[in-house]
């Protein structure tokens, strides 16, 4: 017996002793002991329960950390308490301010940000120990609702126009001139993500150790750019970017520089972070990151406001990385020139897109051969006198 004891998984807060039960033969099935009345197939090792608190993707865990917190404001402006326990009427109401108020142009949000909503709430209330809680039936025909009216209203989700050269050449200008550390920031945001054609949660992912000077044999200075791909929660081992622009070179350089002379440049730091209204450079919190995602498109939209006359005033952050496409399309690159030149999408159908987008802002002609031969299909002229001899003629039967 007590050889036996000594080979059963340790549970460190067993509340009662462990009693072992005879393996009984019920028709060839094999009954395990007991452990006062707890299955142990029914129990996470220790390890198992630690790999499943750090499974989700730390960008995931921030994103629905950052809509609590708006769930949670808004609970506090109401007089209402978050939770949780959450009430299911507090998430139904909070959804249904969203419907109605938020958005952009606070003529409601899309369908996407009402789920993120409820998901993150659901995702708090399970974390804390209430699994399937609040009960998501009444938020959900909140949801389709939305879907349906914006379907009548033919509301679609807009792709970001392409924020190409041009654009960020004027995008400059909305930097926060006062502040220097926000400003280099700032910038590098803009030339990185045009550079490296990177998703907001790419450029998030950027380290230090992501740059790389360069100075070549011609005297010639490059910076080599490292970025992890993203899409849909799957992480590539990335690719390199090689960029020799002088200006972004410059950008991405000054920048560092400032965090160097606050000791904060080491290889394995955050690239982007977070910096107060005061220009003080905000701590990396223990999980080893810095700005989030969502917070890169902040500082992006930020910057579209305080740029006088400018004309993409919906824009966000993923236009960045349509802008290399969108030029190269109005220098007469094909879709699928474009896409060996950058090697960044494996179809055509996103860079026809922008390529399309590119070609408008340029005035030129972004049909091609098809449009073409379409023209050419040309209906012989009516033959208008034809026509009215025939009017003239009829009579109604009486």
Not at 226 to 240: L, Q
Not at 258 to 274: C, S, Y
Not at 377 to 396: F, I, K, M, T
Request: some cysteine; overall charge positive.
């Amino acid at each position: 017996m007590d050889e036996e004891a000594d080979n059963l998984p340790a549970l460190a807060d067993a509340p009662t002793e462990i009693v072992l039960g005879e393996l009984v033969d019920a028709g060839q099935v094999l009954v395990p002991f007991t452990l006062a009345g707890l299955d142990p197939n029914e129990t996470l090792t220790e390890d198992a329960a630690d790999d499943l608190a750090t499974a989700r993707p730390a960008r995931t865990s921030q994103t629905y950390a950052e809509q609590w917190r708006y769930f949670a404001r808004w609970c506090a402006d109401n007089g209402r308490h978050p939770g949780p326990r959450t009430s299911e009427a507090n998430m139904v109401s909070y959804v249904s301010h969203l419907r109605r108020r938020g958005g952009r142009d606070g003529t409601g949000a899309p369908v996407s940000s009402l789920r993120l909503a409820m998901a993150a709430i659901r995702d708090a209330n399970a974390r804390a120990g209430y699994e399937n809680w609040p009960p998501k039936k009444a938020t959900a025909e909140l949801i389709r609702k939305q879907a349906a009216d914006h379907a009548r209203a033919r509301r679609t989700p807009k792709s970001s126009p392409p924020i190409d050269a041009a654009r960020i050449a004027h995008l400059q200008q909305g930097t926060t001139a006062d502040i220097p550390l926000t400003r280099w920031r700032d910038l590098t945001i803009l030339h990185l993500g045009y550079r490296t054609r990177a998703r907001r949660s790419e450029q998030a992912a950027y380290r230090i150790d992501s740059i790389v000077f360069e100075r070549l044999e011609d005297g010639t200075e490059q910076m080599v750019v490292g970025k992890r791909t993203s899409k849909n929660d799957h992480w590539s081992t990335g690719r390199e970017y090689v960029i020799r622009d002088p200006v972004a070179i410059t950008v991405v350089r000054t920048y560092i520089s400032l965090l160097a002379e606050l000791g904060q440049a080491e290889p394995q730091l955050p690239l982007l972070r977070g910096i107060t209204r005061w220009g003080r450079l905000m701590p990396v919190p223990a999980s080893g990151t810095g700005m989030t995602g969502h917070a890169v498109n902040r500082a992006f939209k930020r910057m579209v406001t305080r740029t006088p006359d400018f004309d993409a005033k919906n824009a966000t952050s993923h236009g960045l990385r349509a802008g290399v496409p969108a030029d190269l399309a109005a220098q007469g690159y094909s879709a699928a020139e474009i896409m060996v030149i950058t090697e960044d999408w494996k179809s055509t159908t996103m860079v026809e897109q922008y390529a399309k987008a590119g070609l408008r802002r340029a005035g030129k002609d972004n049909l091609g051969r098809a449009q073409q031969a379409l023209d050419a299909l040309v209906v012989p002229p009516l033959d208008r006198s034809a026509s009215v001899g025939r009017a003239e003629s009829y009579s109604p039967r009486q």
